[in-house]
Nanobody, 120 residues
């Protein structure tokens, strides 16, 4: 079983910055992809950014140039540095981790979500 613990959300004014973190723990062999999703009220949960074990990144067009995803493999942690925040970034942010168990195949785990609110 893989558990993800998120932190770093909060209230920030437009133009400000926040850093989200998500730490994975449990019994697994390897984490392949770590990602951040977000979901605003009444909206679908959408991919914000992802990063592979090799360091390849992918970003939603709406956050390119403003957000940076990174990972600390030694600590099984993924970060999302958010800068130049705008009210449209307001959402619950969820981390997602995909990887491989010892002997049990692949997994996909979700964090509990952390609220990010950007005021004008």
């Amino acid at each position: 079983q893989v558990q993800l613990v998120e932190s770093g959300g909060g209230l920030v004014q437009a133009g400000g910055s926040l850093r989200l973190s998500c730490a994975a723990s449990g019994s697994f062999l390897k984490i392949n992809v770590m990602a951040w999703y977000r979901q605003a009220p009444g909206k679908q949960r959408d991919l914000v950014a992802s990063i592979t074990s090799g360091g390849f990144t992918n970003y939603a067009n709406s956050v390119k140039g403003r957000f940076t995803i990174s990972r600390d493999n030694a600590n099984n942690t993924v970060y999302l540095q958010m800068s130049s925040l705008i009210p449209e970034d307001t959402a619950v942010y969820f981390c997602n981790v995909e990887g491989t168990y010892h002997f049990l195949g692949t997994f996909s785990a979700w964090g509990q979500g952390t609220q990010v609110t950007v005021s004008s």
